[in-house]
């Protein structure tokens, strides 16, 4: 067995049992998702001041879980930990091959997706950056990215659009467009995944999240997946009563301007 790492695993387990790290059963969190190199991880993490505690599960998803972590300071943060074993790699070596950011061109799953981590933590740096209505990075090391926790000040997260409908929709939507404009024509990036379960509700102001996917403009596939982006929040608002068209959605982010 590697020495470092079982090394580690024994320093994470003195953390466990100083209640650092809730057990599994607590966190509801299936003992896959916390492979050696992920204890690992979370360990080179846990040493520095970004994370203090792991507590509880927020979200998990296809590709990855979404807990809470809690800082020496009692705030909170968000942990999302890519699991090495469902993640779609096609869709990974896809998404990154046309990126001119990334020069990597592996069949290795772990750089795969430590490359996938790294390229959702420069994407929200690069909105963050825009003043777009996004969560904070703090940092990406291998399969786990650290981001600014939204939700209240007990941990409650905000809920997605899909399970927290707006007050106003019609409103709520307006906010959304003013935002997508900010990340498609500062930041320059096309989301890829923009849809009700992508953007919180937080006290009513939208939040957008899950930028793993996005894509700078001049990718080859940018304009085909916006398409794909207005019409999902086409129809989704549509549902919430919001009389809007298309051409109307496209008229508020400057359509027209983005691949000149
Ligand atoms: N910064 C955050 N603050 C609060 N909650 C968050 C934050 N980021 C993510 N979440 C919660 O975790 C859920 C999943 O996050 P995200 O969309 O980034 O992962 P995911 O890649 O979509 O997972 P999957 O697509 O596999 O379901 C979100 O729907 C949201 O409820
Ligand atoms: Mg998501």
Partial sequence: ??????????????????????????LKVSSDIF??????????????PYLDLLN????????ANVLLGIKEDSSFVVVKIYRIATSDFK???????????????????????????????????????KNVSIPKPIVAMNNVLLLEFIGD???????PVKNQKPEDPDDFLDKILFELNKFIHDAKLIHGDFSNFNILNHNQYPVIIDVSQS???DHPIAPELLDRDILNIHNEFNKLKVKISIDEIKEKINYDKIFK
């Fill in 1 to 26: 067995m590697d020495s470092k790492i079982s090394k580690a695993d024994l320093k994470l387990e003195k953390i466990a049992s100083e209640k650092r790290i809730k057990d599994n059963d607590e």
């Fill in 35 to 48: 492979d050696k190199q992920t204890l690992e991880t979370l360990y080179k993490l846990g040493k520095q």
């Fill in 56 to 63: 509880g599960e927020i979200s998990t998803g296809k590709e």
């Fill in 91 to 129: 869709k990974m070596q896809y998404y990154i091959q046309g990126d001119p950011r990334f020069k990597i061109r592996t069949h290795n799953k772990r750089q795969l997706i430590n490359a996938w981590v790294n390229k959702e933590f420069r994407n929200l740096n690069r909105a963050y950056e």
């Fill in 153 to 159: 000040e007990d941990g409650n997260p905000s809920q």
């Fill in 215 to 217: 894509v700078v403009l």
